[in-house]
């Protein structure tokens, strides 16, 4: 027996099959195929168990790995506020008012396995920043596991997930069985061994508005409150950094008048006031649609420009 399918059915054993084959994506006949040699791994299997364990493929490929010690959460365990937006309005457009565009919540992570052995989260969202603070409160003054999650279930808005990490990431995936709702939200995860603060990241959802579509957005966990206005809160969730460079534009603009209304040629001489409007107009429209179709965002990243912003921020917030 190979190195590979010594580890696999160690990691097997630990975990199940199933479970390897959810984190990884690959069927669980795959799995099983692999650990009796019946078929060889591809190179995108060993990818996501990389990126599902955290694990060294050379130490997995060529040496018998020790792989009963368990990723330890310890860092993780806390309750965290949650800011996030407001995702009723429709196609993503917001209120003048911060207090209908902000929204808050508490997720707690807590020191108990669920039947996966994954580490549990209890998850409350609400609609008042007053509302998430007092219960981060009452979160952090609880003693046990068990207090935790009956502050949570006192809630009509209550969901239970698990985390999992690996040495980019962090994952929350959580439920809510009433509303049948889901949420997943992917964090980055820092390189250290001390406390995790929180962070900035993003959450895939269900809008809520009057179409209850797929939506992706910013959000950040915190175990402080962040000791900033909702309106400084609010642009640090939009991270957007819409710069574009109008010189060419411009300057093809500016040519283009001198052409029709300066300069006396064979094109301005015989041109009437209104093509030459009509022509300028063209040119900008022109302009317009490269600048605005070169800038849409396809996709957002968090950076880590974005991550160490928001850090200093929690860094400098408020226990409670």
């Known amino acids: 027996m190979s ?50 364990f955290g ?16 990723i330890s959460y310890d860092r993780f365990i806390g309750n965290y506020i ?27 992570i807590v020191k108990e396995r669920d039947l996966d052995k994954n580490v549990v989260v209890y998850g409350t969202f609400l609609r008042s920043r007053v509302d998430a603070v007092k219960l981060l409160k009452e979160l952090n003054a609880a003693e046990h596991r068990r207090e935790i999650l009956e502050i949570h279930e006192k809630s009509n808005n209550f969901y239970k997930g698990a985390i999992l990490s690996t ?96 300069d006396k040629n064979e094109i301005s001489t015989s041109l009437t006031e209104n093509q030459k409007m009509a022509i300028v107009q063209n040119k900008l429209e022109y302009h317009f649609n490269e600048i605005l179709e070169a800038n849409v965002f396809r996709f957002a990243k968090v950076s880590n420009k974005e991550d160490d912003m928001i850090y200093k921020l929690i860094r400098e917030g408020v226990d409670v």
């Open 167 to 262: 040495d980019q990431s962090i994952f929350i995936d959580l439920y809510n069985s009433v509303n049948e709702d889901k949420t997943f939200m992917i964090f980055n995860n820092p390189p250290s061994v001390s406390e995790y603060l929180g962070g900035v990241g993003t959450i895939n959802t269900v809008a809520r508005g009057r179409e209850h579509n797929p939506c992706v957005q910013f959000m950040i966990i915190s175990k402080k409150i962040l000791d900033k206005p909702d309106g400084e809160i609010y642009e640090c969730l939009k991270f957007d950094d819409f710069r574009v460079n109008f010189d060419y534009a411009i300057k093809d603009i500016i040519e283009l008048f001198k052409r029709l209304f300066v």
């Open 82 to 108: 949650v800011y996030y937006y407001n995702n009723n309005s429709y196609k993503g457009e917001v209120h003048v008012n911060l207090s209908n565009t902000l929204n808050y919540g508490v997720i707690s």
């Open 3 to 52: 190195n590979f399918q010594k580890n696999l059915k160690v990691l097997a054993n630990k975990y199940t099959q199933k479970y390897i084959a959810e984190r990884t994506g690959f069927s669980q006949s795959s799995i099983n195929n692999y650990i009796t040699k019946s078929s060889e791994p591809s190179i995108q299997f060993l990818i996501a168990l990389k990126n599902a």
């Open 55 to 70: 694990i060294c493929l050379d130490d997995f490929l060529f040496s018998d790995i020790d792989v009963e010690n368990e």
